[in-house]
């Protein structure tokens, strides 16, 4: 485990190119977006369904 552990440090200080701060920056605003709408894409699909379900209980119902 601590051999595990020691490669990984050296890989990581090594031969992982990270990116520049505003690179970063850029990065985490593209993720951030990327969130909202596939949330918002998940709250309409889930309020579809939601309605579809509930005509269909009320269709049941009557």
Not at 8 to 34: I, M, R
Not at 47 to 55: I, N, Y
Request: proline residues 2%; neutral net charge.
């Amino acid at each position: 485990m601590v051999n595990y552990i020691t490669e990984s440090y050296k890989e990581l200080k090594n031969h992982v190119t990270w990116p520049t701060w505003a690179e970063a920056q850029k990065l985490t605003v593209v993720v951030a977006v990327f969130s909202i709408v596939l949330a918002l894409a998940v709250w309409g699909v889930d309020t579809v369904f939601s309605k579809m379900v509930g005509l269909y209980f009320d269709w049941i119902k009557s």
